[in-house]
């Protein structure tokens, strides 16, 4: 149920989803990229919002009561009428909650592991697949790169094959030695493109399981019976606690539209409750 949601999120309230558009770069979800990073969204927002921006503060404890809610970090404590959580759900269930969270919430939380996912990325003088005619977009059942991408720059000043490593292929090849993970990487590439490709400048690797405030990617995978069982409890506020993140999106769910969508949803029920 939750594969057909997905594939079903791909769409909006003009299209509908289809597995092809999650992965597309002609009307698809891989169409476009940012110049500067993805990341220059929030940094604009945060420069916009100046100080009220608060780094380096993780929320451990959310205290709720008749009157407010207040968010506990390790430095200092924050008083609000509601609260928006916008952190993956796994993460979300690290917090301490008082009271603490309705059973149907927190069994959902504990059904909502984070997606395992590698970006690998090969740095070659030039885009030399562009010259032979091919897209560098590959997808493949043989890994454990299994899906790549051109994210060269638009003006071909030099070339980048980045391919994904996910699932069951990154939790074999992320306890490999990275000069074994390399070496597989490339031969996947040189398989799709030729053997210029096992030769690329540089190589960048990136692990979001890694990373503490991700432990995964792209979104949290809900296994068979979750949606059915669990599934109201995924975006109905607890008392003054909001929830957002893609996770909850009904379109583009798991993906940065999703998530943006989430966020206009929580502030519209936040602003209807004040």
Not at 66 to 86: C, E, H, L, P
Not at 169 to 191: C, I, K
Not at 194 to 202: D, I, K, Q, S
Request: hydrophobic share 40%; net charge neutral; with cysteine.
């Amino acid at each position: 149920l939750y594969t057909l949601f997905y594939i079903a999120a791909s769409g909006n309230e003009q299209n509908a989803g289809t597995f092809e558009r999650n992965f597309n770069t002609a009307g698809g979800a891989q169409e476009s990229r940012f110049v500067g990073g993805a990341q220059t969204i929030a940094l604009r927002v945060a420069s916009q919002l100046g100080r009220r921006v608060v780094l380096n503060a993780p929320v451990r404890r959310i205290v709720q009561s008749s009157s407010g809610v207040t968010v506990v970090t390790d430095g200092f404590s924050a008083t609000a009428q509601r609260v928006i959580v916008a952190i993956p759900p796994t993460l979300a269930g690290r917090i301490d909650y008082d009271p603490p969270m309705p059973p149907l919430r927190d069994q959902l939380i504990q059904h909502m592991p984070q997606g395992t996912l590698m970006k690998f990325e090969a740095i070659y003088d030039t885009p030399f697949w562009r010259a032979q005619g091919l897209s560098g977009q590959a997808v493949s059942e043989i890994g454990p790169i299994k899906v790549t991408f051109d994210t060269s720059p638009a003006d071909g000043s030099f070339g980048i094959l980045m391919g994904f490593i996910g699932g069951h292929e990154a939790r074999v090849w992320e306890n490999r030695s990275a000069d074994e993970r390399r070496a597989a990487a490339l031969q996947n590439l040189a398989n799709y493109f030729g053997n210029a490709a096992l030769n690329p400048r540089e190589v960048v690797e990136f692990n979001w399981s890694a990373e503490v405030w991700n432990r995964g990617c792209p979104v949290a995978v809900l296994g068979p019976g979750t949606l059915i069982d669990f599934g109201t409890a995924l975006r109905t506020p607890v008392g003054r606690i909001h929830w957002a993140g893609t996770e909850t999106s009904t379109f583009w769910n798991g993906y940065m539209d999703g998530a943006v969508r989430s966020g206009e949803r929580a502030a519209q029920e936040v602003l209807a409750a004040l």
